[in-house]
Structure formats: structure tokens, C-alpha cells
């Protein structure tokens, strides 16, 4: 099975920064698609930007473009997001996903079906 772990959240003041990693083992990460995405209590989950795995391109949604930025390390077998200009907004936990077959051409990766999911990670942005 594929092993997806999140790490880096933590408590930031408004205007801070995280940069969150997300690594898997046992497998070539750049063979694979990754997405993160985000959930708040009582709130649907959002997806929030993903690297494909041929040439990395990157999309972002709305609510954090200019903010977060993803990119893969694949000889690190990680994907990271930085994140910057931090709102309280942005708290929830994130959570790491990861599909081996790509999306079909034309079509973004900032879909929800993705086979892989780690633990997830928290982000809480507060004065």
C-alpha cells in the first residue's frame, strides 16, 4: 500500500508562515499525482492545490492563489506546500492525497478522487 504523511502543521499568527511536507515510502513519488486539500469543522472538504506527476505543473484554488505555493522534491519522495501569508481561513486540518493514474488531458487536477490519503495535518492560524 502507499504510505502518505503529512507534517508541518502547527499554530501561526495572522500573516505567518507554514510550509507543509507531505512524503510517502515504498514507492516513486514522481510517478504520482498529488493533491492538498483542507477541512474545517462543519465545513466540506476543499481542495486546494496539486503537481502532476509528468511535467509538475501546479493549480491552485481560488481562495489561496498568491498565497501557496506546491512543489516536489522527487528524489526526496516529498511534495511540499508553502504557505504564506496566512489567514484564519486557512485553519483546518490538511490533508495529503496522491493518484497514480493522471488526470485525463485537459482536465485539472484539482479534483477530490485521488486513491491515496494521509493522516492529515493541523494548521491553525490565530492571534
Known amino acids: 500500500q502507499v504510505q502518505v504523511v503529512e507534517s508541518g502543521g502547527g499554530l501561526v499568527q495572522p500573516g505567518g508562515s507554514l510550509r507543509l511536507s507531505c512524503a510517502a515510502s515504498g514507492v516513486t513519488w514522481g510517478y504520482y499525482t498529488i493533491g492538498w486539500f483542507r477541512q474545517a469543522p462543519g465545513k466540506a472538504r476543499e481542495v486546494v492545490s496539486c503537481i502532476t506527476s509528468g511535467d509538475g505543473s501546479a493549480d491552485y484554488a481560488e481562495t489561496v492563489k498568491g498565497r501557496f505555493t506546491i512543489s516536489r522534491d522527487n528524489a526526496k519522495n516529498t511534495v511540499y506546500v508553502q504557505m504564506n501569508n496566512l489567514k484564519p481561513e486557512d485553519t483546518a486540518i490538511y490533508y495529503c492525497?496522491?493518484?497514480?493514474?493522471?488526470?485525463?488531458?485537459?482536465?485539472?487536477?484539482?479534483?477530490?478522487?485521488?486513491?491515496?490519503w494521509g493522516q492529515g495535518t493541523q494548521v491553525t492560524v490565530s492571534s
Open positions: 492525497a496522491a493518484r497514480l493514474r493522471p488526470f485525463r488531458m485537459g482536465t485539472t487536477c484539482l479534483q477530490h478522487d485521488y486513491a491515496y
